[in-house]
């Protein structure tokens, strides 16, 4: 896309990568608007959105550029954390951070962005590389996608921050952020048991979990007990998976990836199972997401059966 003149809305996290989409964006001769989108915080935890804030406020400052906060609390707590508790409820892995992109970010963002006439809107994340995100954005709708510019998707991360340090932005030394994206500094871990009570472990470790040195391999939510094995590996080729949503023909997906991090494997689809060339290395997990690539490529995703 070509973005000079075009009113661009840019998700500011406070972090760096966003910065330097803001930045870039502005170079190339846009109209940007920073905006910094609050979500929802579990009461009487510990949250940094007021200092993730501040520090947006300060690049969309030094870059001389607007800057609204975009209150998406209600989006957050229905679709984010109140699916994902449900989910573990149910004895399923979930995938937050997916819902958070297809819920907030590429969901009620847009369609802010929309309302206030922008002509697309721009996010930091990654669609390459060592730090490549595209797992996180198969739930996005492809007319959502279509309309969304990531300035830094193909660049490395040292590269990005030594383009920070060129724009002179206040957070160019700042730590990545880790964790769910709602969560801040609190555990994933620390949150579950809040919620969920320690009464019933089945309900707080994930398939292909490490416990007491070997590797969760069944569950059994009613009975409260959890199976594991010295090997995490398994003779399952298949993988079924629900909900999926596409940006190009299944027949060009040539490989599928269902753990962040994992390796992706090789393999075909066939009436909404993935059949893998070989037998996987790691069970999947019901809940999280398989997402299919061809030729490096984003072809869609969908949830665990």
Known sequence: MNVKGKRIFVGLSGGVDSAVSAALLKKAGAEVTGVFIKGWYPPEMPCTWAAERRDAMRVAARLHIPFLTFDAAEEYKKGVVEYMLSEYRAGR???????????????????????????????????????????????VPKDVLDKTIFPVGDKDKKDVRALAKKFNLPVSEKRDSQGVCFLGSVSIKEFLTRELGTDNPALLYTIGQRMNGEYVV???????????????????????????????EQSLATEAQYRYRGQRVRGKIENNYFISSEALSEMPASGQSIVFYGNDKLIGGGIIA
């Open 93 to 139: 892995t979930p995938n937050p951070d997916v819902m958070c992109n297809r819920e907030v970010k590429f969901g009620a963002f847009y369609h802010f962005a929309m309302s206030k006439g922008a002509d697309a809107i721009a996010m930091g994340h990654y669609r390459s590389g060592e730090k490549d995100q595209s797992y996180f954005l198969w739930a």
């Open 218 to 248: 069944e569950k059994d939510i009613g009975n409260k007990k959890i199976i594991t094995s010295k090997t995490r590996g398994s003779d399952i080729k298949e993988i079924s998976f629900i909900d999926a949503n596409w940006f190009g």
